[in-house]
């Protein structure tokens, strides 16, 4: 089974985003130098040394490009199924226009031939940020048209136990961005609620390969069916097709395992224990500069939104609640009061629906914002809750959802958050809780700093949107 394009498809998309960054960093360099030396901004910041040849920048631009794209690679950022999408593309723009400025300031010191502006190398960075995050934007809005049209699209087909099939269809269907589609199914019998073409039993394997050239192959088999799983690799040896296997195991659904070697036995560690050590600290320090500084830059509009609130309905400027966070523990969860007070009086614990009557004129726009969270920066100052993670509940809704919701109670392993991935991800309100707990739990088990920091930006675009918001 040929595939003569198999190695120029693969080259054309890593190709194409290694031109844009390339592009793109040129840009943020040339941009930089002009307003360090040529713009207005020099009236602010005088040029009392004398303007520089432009050809020592221009050689600092091909080494910082250099450098870069370097660093994009090793975070394998031009594989062609890697970050395949503009908010996955985010962190690791930010962890490598880091490095990539300190690396570059670095050499830049050691280097005596030529002195580089401080001034410029700050706009540099700030620069290649803004331009490398619009390429990467553009760049997969030009793929995405593409693959409306069927161009870079890889086509599977779905092989293993019928029982498992639909379930593992359904979560496929929503990363509908993958670049992967799949094109038919392979199993004992033909599976009536799965949406695809039936291409007969998995003895027809061979047959199905020859005839429809698929790119590649879903293998999903419990545990009883492993040995077929050998059976397919032996099959399809010497053929330039992709193997994918969703393990049966319903922990690696959402964790990202990892590998130990203990004696000579390799070891797949499912689970481990969240923000531990150095971790940990990073993150409880990135809360505690991040909040300090929100509640002093903000603090204008904490004390404008408090009189509002107090001249717009009779209350306090506050609202109070007890939520469940970290091991369980309850806390006083603070937010800026937007329904009428008393408000669940007569409900009893309830959620805030669409045109909620409770919600207060001025409560309908704290809400649609989300400025009504403002005031947990104080619960993160504290340390009862973290600026990303699950959304804590209420101790009533806590002790019903773990009743029936698996691994709802992962969820208190670490400490709430303001927002979170299952936010950004559209699951706000009264969306399906089993869903939110999902995101939830692949947060904690795939948690890092750049993660966090994409969420948070994600959280500025979700509130623009305004989303479930009520």
Not at 365 to 384: A, F, H, M, W
């Amino acid at each position: 089974m040929n595939r003569p394009n198999v190695y120029k498809r693969n080259l054309l998309i890593p190709a194409l985003k290694i031109l844009s960054d390339a592009l793109a960093i040129q840009a943020a360099f040339l941009f930089s130098f002009y307003l360090r030396f040529h713009s207005p901004l020099t009236r602010i910041f005088p040029v009392t040394k004398g303007y520089p040849p432009f050809s020592g920048y221009l050689i600092a631009s091909l080494v910082l490009m250099t450098i870069y794209l370097t660093l994009f690679s090793i975070f394998r950022s031009y594989r062609s199924r890697y970050f395949s999408t503009f908010a996955q593309d985010i962190p690791v723009v930010l962890k490598t226009c880091f490095l990539g400025i300190l690396f570059a300031m670095s050499g830049a010191f050691l280097y005596r031939g030529f002195s580089y502006s401080r001034l410029t190398m700050l706009l540099v960075y700030l620069n290649t940020n803004f331009f490398l995050l619009l390429s990467r934007y553009l760049f997969h809005r030009v793929r995405r048209y593409f693959m409306k049209r069927g161009y870079g699209i890889r086509q599977l087909i779905l092989v293993g136990t019928d029982t498992l099939l639909p379930g593992v269809f359904s979560r496929f269907r929503e990363a509908n961005r993958s670049g992967l589609q799949l094109t038919g199914y392979l199993s004992e019998k033909p599976v009536s609620e799965l949406p695809l073409p039936y291409s007969g039993p998995l003895e027809s394997l061979p047959e199905t390969l020859e005839k429809k050239k698929p790119d590649g192959l879903l293998l999903v088999f419990d545990a009883r069916d492993h040995a077929r799983v050998l059976n397919i690799l032996q099959q399809t040896e010497g053929q330039n097709i992709e193997l994918f296997y969703v393990p049966d195991i319903l922990d690696m659904m959402t964790a990202r395992p990892r590998t130990l070697e203990i004696g000579g036995i390799p070891l797949l560690q499912l689970k481990g224990e969240p923000f531990s050590g150095w971790q940990g600290f990073l993150k409880r320090t990135f809360d505690i500069v991040v909040s300090a500084t929100a509640l002093i830059v903000l603090s204008p509009l904490f004390f404008a939104l408090a009189l509002i609130i107090k001249l717009t309905s009779p209350g306090p400027v506050f609202y109070r609640q007890q939520r469940v966070g970290l091991d369980g523990r309850e806390f006083t969860m603070l937010k800026f009061r937007s329904m009428v007070a008393d408000a669940e009086k007569e409900t009893g614990p309830v959620w805030a629906r669409k045109n909620d009557p409770r919600v207060t004129p001025i409560g309908r726009l704290l809400r649609r914002t989300s400025l009504d969270e403002l005031p947990q920066l104080i619960n993160v100052l504290k340390g009862d809750m973290s600026l990303v993670g699950p959304r804590p509940e209420r101790k009533v809704f806590v002790e019903k959802f773990q009743q029936y919701i698996p691994k709802y109670a992962e969820r208190h392993r670490v400490r709430s958050g303001m927002t979170g991935w299952a936010q950004v991800n559209g699951l706000r309100g009264q969306s399906p809780i089993e869903e939110r707990t999902r995101y939830d739990v692949y947060y904690i088990e795939n948690w890092s700093l750049w993660f966090d920091i994409k969420i948070i930006l994600l959280t500025f675009v979700a509130i623009v949107k305004g989303e479930n918001a009520y």
